[in-house]
């Protein structure tokens, strides 16, 4: 069973990704004069979260609550089957959007929580974390992606799976707890790449095609082998597990009809919440409980 609140939470983050909800104005505001005492007021926290992802790079902000305040995201190959592979460019974007974030909320955003494919060595986890660090943001907690996304879903027992730009990340809870995690490259790139080879087309044009609804029915017996992969890896890594449920999150799960190829492929329900691209994103910025983000007015 899935959090109760789950489909209110994406649509709002959804809202404020999309700049259609302005961020409470009452957390940019310093108190008013005829405060004598500004400094024994409770200040209010924010919490961050940085998902560097194959395909998009995602920011989002949360309130004391953990409720969405502002959201960025953009389109970037910065990242190949989970690892960094233009740190430049990683730290540059980024960069970007903490600025359009600041603008947006009035103040400074100094700490962030970052995610990392379940499985990949140490060495690549400490990378995501320079890139945040340099783009200057203390980075004091990192979280795998299923992980990340379970704290959003809140779900006791299942299978996590998200399926990003690059990998398939597992990971498998019982009462709650993670007890298995495993990832294997193979997500939205390789959907692009079997577009591009079958039409004949550039990979940025299979990209627009493969991210518009409109052209799903025609193009999944093209992109239908890669499900199934992804159906084959799920597969293999919950065999020893008692899973009867599996929920899909990440932006790969937006092509309609994989949630029923995997579950054909595994024999086990599948479930795919609203708007599964910020899940993830969402998750890890609940994980940023740093000190560091209280927000400072300069009183």
């Given at each position: 069973?899935?959090?109760?609140h789950l489909d209110a939470l994406l649509a709002q983050t959804r809202a404020v990704?999309?700049?259609?909800?302005?961020?409470?104005?009452?957390?940019?505001?310093?108190?008013?004069?005829?405060?004598?005492?500004?400094?024994?007021?409770?200040?209010?926290?924010?919490?961050?979260?940085?998902?560097?992802?194959?395909?998009?790079?995602?920011?989002?902000?949360?309130?004391?609550?953990?409720?969405?305040?502002?959201?960025?995201?953009?389109?970037?190959?910065?990242?190949?089957?989970?690892?960094?592979?233009?740190?430049?460019?990683?730290?540059r974007l980024l960069s970007e959007l903490k600025e359009r974030l600041e603008a947006?909320?009035?103040?400074?955003?100094?700490?962030?929580?970052?995610?990392?494919?379940?499985?990949?060595?140490?060495?690549?986890?400490?990378?995501?974390?320079?890139?945040?660090?340099?783009?200057?943001?203390?980075?004091?907690?990192?979280?795998?992606?299923?992980?990340?996304?379970?704290?959003?879903?809140?779900?006791?027992?299942?299978?996590?799976?998200?399926?990003?730009?690059?990998?398939?990340?597992?990971?498998?809870?019982?009462?709650?707890?993670?007890?298995?995690?495993?990832?294997?490259?193979?997500?939205?790139?390789?959907?692009?790449?079997?577009?591009?080879?079958?039409?004949?087309?550039?990979?940025?044009?299979?990209?627009?095609?493969?991210?518009?609804?409109?052209?799903?029915?025609?193009?999944?017996?093209?992109?239908?082998?890669?499900?199934?992969?992804?159906?084959?890896?799920?597969?293999?890594?919950?065999?020893?597990?008692?899973?009867?449920?599996?929920?899909?999150?990440?932006?790969?799960?937006?092509?309609?009809?994989?949630?029923?190829?995997?579950?054909?492929?595994?024999?086990?329900?599948?479930?795919?919440?609203?708007?599964?691209?910020?899940?993830?994103?969402?998750?890890?910025?609940?994980?940023?409980?740093?000190?560091?983000?209280?927000?400072?007015?300069?009183?």
């Amino acid at each position: 069973m899935m959090n109760p609140h789950l489909d209110a939470l994406l649509a709002q983050t959804r809202a404020v990704m999309n700049n259609d909800h302005s961020p409470a104005q009452v957390m940019a505001q310093p108190p008013a004069a005829d405060d004598e005492y500004p400094w024994e007021k409770s200040r209010p926290r924010v919490h961050v979260g940085v998902d560097l992802g194959t395909a998009y790079t995602v920011m989002v902000v949360l309130d004391e609550a953990m409720q969405p305040l502002a959201g960025e995201y953009r389109f970037a190959q910065i990242v190949r089957d989970g690892l960094v592979v233009d740190f430049h460019g990683a730290i540059r974007l980024l960069s970007e959007l903490k600025e359009r974030l600041e603008a947006r909320l009035g103040f400074e955003l100094t700490s962030a929580a970052t995610t990392y494919p379940p499985g990949v060595p140490l060495s690549e986890v400490q990378a995501t974390r320079h890139v945040v660090e340099a783009a200057g943001l203390n980075c004091e907690q990192t979280v795998d992606e299923p992980t990340a996304a379970n704290a959003v879903l809140q779900i006791k027992n299942g299978a996590v799976v998200d399926v990003g730009g690059g990998t398939t990340g597992v990971a498998i809870f019982k009462d709650g707890e993670v007890i298995y995690t495993a990832d294997e490259p193979t997500g939205g790139t390789h959907f692009s790449l079997v577009i591009a080879g079958a039409l004949d087309i550039p990979f940025e044009q299979a990209e627009t095609l493969k991210k518009d609804s409109r052209q799903h029915r025609r193009l999944f017996p093209v992109v239908r082998p890669v499900m199934e992969k992804v159906g084959v890896i799920v597969a293999r890594h919950i065999q020893a597990h008692p899973v009867d449920t599996i929920y899909l999150v990440g932006g790969t799960v937006c092509f309609a009809g994989i949630d029923k190829v995997v579950q054909n492929v595994t024999g086990i329900k599948t479930l795919i919440p609203g708007y599964p691209l910020f899940v993830t994103p969402l998750g890890v910025a609940m994980h940023n409980i740093s000190k560091v983000n209280e927000v400072n007015y300069g009183w």
